[in-house]
């Protein structure tokens, strides 16, 4: 247009595109959780916030120790997030065996990882800042939050809204997929119609005759209409966009994204065993121990509160599991790396995967299989 031009690959507009939507579902997660689910309790939350801060700082730390002072110091990133969809996806294989408490557990300190991936990506990893573009974004999340404020129930509005946002935050150098978390978050958690609203409107429905009078200009029908809205709108948006999206994030943009960027070319020249190793450690050593220790010192400092169901063995076997960074790890690669260490990162990404969620699934199918000794009865 004119002088203007902007034009992106098909690969960003997967990486950066698709991937918005999935960091805005996760967003839509963690806010339903805190406001109305399991992490309601803030001592409870803090738990998850806890492992989730251990396993990103201590990863990025050994990272950093054993790779820090060559070509691949800028692959710190890479080792801090951990694959919500991978997790979740174990902890399904060994069924009803594996606590509540710490299906719980893992799945919001996924969350908190993911959020907190996504901000080292949009510090960490994003360009030169682009001050009026970044003062559009600003402004756009303003104009959200005041259609909000103002009632404005068209959902098709706030994904105009959220597209100009993308499209803004695109241009301003900090990573576009910010975009999905913070509209996520600002996303309601509570319905428009409450329950005592809801059951007065069916009841008036429920309290008509039966017989065909709901067509036409009548009151029966004008009845029936308003129970329409209001059984949608007693859902929250926070639910009704997550279970909208939550099938096209998990079986159309994972898949898509996995197979744009987990091909690797193995080539020898090319493959760096430092980053390779630093990568490996950072997953399977670095990230578990981290969740471990956080969550043991959140607990002794009574900053967190551990289930009873919880042990501390089993926390650490699902802690093993954490170490899984396919989808999130891959995407922090490709902002790191040029193509020439790429590999050796990507080699990294796969091997640990593979380590931690096989020895995850090992150490907690072992903890839960164990029966407790039986203790003879004394006479």
Known sequence: MGGFEYARSLKHWINDGLMTLFFFVVALELKREIVLGELR?????????????????????????????????????????????????????????????????????????????????????????????????????????????????????????????????????????????????????????????????????????????????????????????????????VERLEIMLHPWVAFAIMPVFALANAGVPIASANFDTTIAVAVLAGFVIGKPLGVLVFSYLAVRLGLAMKPPSLSWPVLAAGGLLTGIGFTMALFIAELAFDPALLVSAKLGILAASIVAGVGGLAALFWMTSRKPLAIPQSR
């Open 41 to 237: 309790d803030p001592r409870m939350a803090t738990l998850s916030l806890a492992g989730a801060l251990g396993g990103m700082a201590a990863p990025a730390g050994l990272y950093l120790l054993l790779a820090g002072g060559g070509a691949g110091a800028h692959g710190w990133g890479i080792v801090m997030a951990t694959d919500t969809a991978f997790v979740i996806g174990c902890l399904a294989l060994l069924g009803p065996r594996v606590p509540l408490s710490l299906r719980l557990f893992l799945l919001s300190l996924a969350i908190f990882d993911d959020i907190g991936a996504i901000m080292v990506v949009a510090v960490g990893y994003g360009g030169a800042l682009n001050w009026p573009a970044l003062a559009l974004a600003a402004s756009g999340f303003a104009g959200v939050a005041l259609m909000a404020r103002l009632g404005v129930r068209d959902i098709a509005l706030y994904f105009l809204a959220g597209g100009a946002i993308w499209l803004a935050l695109d241009a301003s150098g900090i990573h576009a997929t910010l975009a999905g978390v913070l509209l996520g978050l600002m996303t309601p958690a509570r319905g428009w119609v409450s329950d005592n609203r809801l059951r007065a409107i069916l009841s008036r429905v429920l309290a008509r005759p039966t017989g065909e009078h709901w067509s036409g200009d009548t009151d029966e029908r004008r009845d029936l209409q308003r129970a329409r809205v209001a059984t949608k709108e007693a859902l929250s948006p």
